[in-house]
C-alpha cells in the first residue's frame, strides 16, 4: 500500500476528554471501543482549521489528520493547553486508524465521491463547518458545550445563515483544488477537493445548476449520497 498522507496526534492524560470536548466540533463522550467519528477543530473565528478523524486509545484519544497540517495543528494545541493534565504525541498515520482496505488512491476518490470533504493545508482556516456540510455528517454537536468557534457555529446553525455548500461536480477537465468557480464572469466560489475531474466544491446553493466553470472548465452538478434538504429548508 502507498504511503498514507496523514498522521496521528496521540492525545492521553487524565484531562484528554475534558480537553478535546473544549476544541473539537463532535462530542466525544459516548465514543467507545473500535468506533471512529469525524470532528473539526477550529478558530475563534469559525473557520475550520482541521478535520480530524477520532477514535479511543487506551486512556486517551487519537486524532489523524493530514501529515501536513499535523506539525502546525500540534503546536496550536499545546498554546491551548494551559494547566491540563494533558500530553501529546506525533506519529504517522496507519491505514487502520482510517479504516483504509484499499490502495490509498482509491480511498481518497471514494471519500471525495462520497461528498467526504478532506481539508489540506490550502484550505485550512477557509471554510466554516456548515460550509463543509459537517452538521449533515454527524461531525458537529449542537448541545455538549462549549468549544471553540462554538458561538460562531452555532449562531449559523440556528440562524440558518448557510447559503454555501460543498457540493460534488463532474468538470469537462482537470481542475485543481483552491481554483476559482465561476457563474459567467463573476466568481462565486472554489474548488477544495478534485481528484482528475471529479470535484467538490465550496458554492452557493442556488447557484448548483448554473452552469458553473473553473478556468473556463464547465461543471455539472453531480448527487451526494446524502440529502441537503435539511439545509435548504433552513435557508
Given at each position: 500500500m502507498a504511503q498514507i498522507p496523514y498522521a496521528t496526534i496521540a492525545v492521553s492524560g487524565t484531562d484528554a476528554l475534558s480537553f478535546l470536548q473544549g476544541q473539537l466540533t463532535a462530542d466525544l463522550s459516548g465514543l467507545e471501543g473500535d468506533k471512529r467519528l469525524r470532528a473539526a477543530w477550529c478558530n475563534p473565528k469559525g473557520r475550520v482549521i482541521c478535520i480530524l478523524t477520532v477514535a479511543v486509545a487506551g486512556d486517551g484519544y487519537t486524532l489523524t489528520l493530514p501529515a501536513e497540517l499535523a506539525d502546525a495543528v500540534l503546536q496550536r494545541l499545546t498554546l491551548f493547553r494551559?494547566?491540563?493534565?494533558?500530553?501529546?504525541?506525533?506519529?504517522?498515520?496507519?491505514?487502520?486508524?482510517?479504516?483504509?482496505?484499499?490502495?490509498?488512491?482509491?480511498?481518497?476518490?471514494?471519500?471525495?465521491?462520497?461528498?467526504?470533504?478532506?481539508?489540506?493545508?490550502?484550505?485550512?482556516?477557509?471554510?466554516?463547518?456548515?460550509?463543509?456540510?459537517?452538521?449533515l455528517l454527524g461531525a458537529i454537536s449542537f448541545d455538549k458545550g462549549c468549544y471553540t468557534g462554538q458561538e460562531v457555529v452555532a449562531r449559523t446553525h440556528y440562524r440558518g445563515a448557510t447559503k454555501r455548500r460543498t457540493l460534488r461536480f463532474e468538470a469537462g477537465g482537470p481542475v485543481q483544488p483552491g481554483a476559482k468557480v465561476y457563474a459567467g464572469d463573476r466568481p462565486v466560489g472554489e474548488v477544495v477537493n478534485a481528484i482528475g475531474t471529479d470535484l467538490l466544491a465550496v458554492v452557493p446553493i442556488d447557484k448548483a445548476d448554473a452552469g458553473l466553470t473553473v478556468n473556463g472548465v464547465s461543471l455539472r452538478n453531480a448527487p451526494l449520497p446524502y440529502s441537503l434538504e435539511r439545509s435548504a429548508e433552513r435557508d
Open positions: 494551559f494547566r491540563a493534565k494533558v500530553e501529546f504525541e506525533l506519529r504517522p498515520a496507519t491505514a487502520d486508524e482510517l479504516a483504509i482496505t484499499v490502495p490509498v488512491a482509491d480511498w481518497l476518490s471514494d471519500r471525495l465521491r462520497a461528498g467526504i470533504v478532506e481539508i489540506w493545508s490550502g484550505q485550512s482556516e477557509q471554510f466554516t463547518p456548515h460550509m463543509l456540510n459537517l452538521d
